[in-house]
């Protein structure tokens, strides 16, 4: 079991997790915050039991998180839990947030804040995105491959960090900056991209196998 941590701080969500016996499949966010701080939802450093931990798909089932619309500023790395989780939902007013078929983005879309990690299949990130945030594919193990639209300039640490599921990332001429440990734990993966790019360079570096989009 696990209790109640609730930890708010001049309108700043900084923890979440309700007490087990309150926690259904959809995680409602508080009304009287604006942002929602980096690892607001992270069992790590939580007093959890050890029953709890071994089991922890069960003991915190969420499936779907609500964003109410007084959020005006969502971190990057707020929701690396929970791992049932299926998609976002953006109330109508949020400034701070978006969702697009359950994902989530920053409100002017340009930051891609997190994939639910049990949503399962392929994935195109939008033509609106310029950053893929830190922690923002971690763990998504039934994502199969991933393809970033061109447009987006960044990728931030462990992006993509335990997909090990995923088989193909494409990246476009585009993506500049690569942080650290962005495919650790992606041991099935191929990274496709055009040679002579950051992704190639990436690649190199991290012992990842490459194939360029752009062959003869």
Request: charged share 30%; net charge negative.
């Amino acid at each position: 079991m696990y209790n109640e941590c609730i930890w708010k701080e001049n309108g700043i969500l900084k923890k979440f997790f309700p007490a087990q016996e309150d926690t259904t499949e959809t995680l409602r966010l508080p009304e009287d915050v604006h942002t929602v701080a980096s690892e607001c939802i992270s069992i790590e450093n939580l007093p959890f039991d050890d029953f709890a931990l071994e089991n922890w798909e069960t003991a915190f089932p969420v499936e779907k998180i609500v964003i109410p619309a007084n959020i005006e500023r969502i971190e990057e790395n707020a929701f690396s839990d929970p791992d049932m989780l299926l998609e976002f939902v953006v109330e109508e007013g949020c400034k701070g947030a978006r969702a697009e078929d359950g994902v989530l983005f920053s409100g002017d879309g340009s930051v891609l804040l997190r994939f639910p990690p049990y949503k399962a299949g392929t994935y195109t990130v939008p033509p609106f995105v310029r950053v893929i945030g830190e922690n923002a594919f971690t763990n998504c193990r039934r994502l199969t491959a991933v393809t970033l639209s061109e447009g987006v300039r960044e990728i931030h640490d462990d992006a993509f960090w335990f997909c090990y599921e995923m088989e193909t990332a494409v990246l476009p001429a585009s993506v500049t900056k690569i942080g650290k440990r962005i495919f650790d734990e992606c041991d099935k993966l191929t990274l496709r991209a055009p040679r002579g790019s950051a992704a190639e360079r990436y690649a190199e570096e991290n012992g990842i196998r490459f194939e360029a989009t752009d062959r003869d």
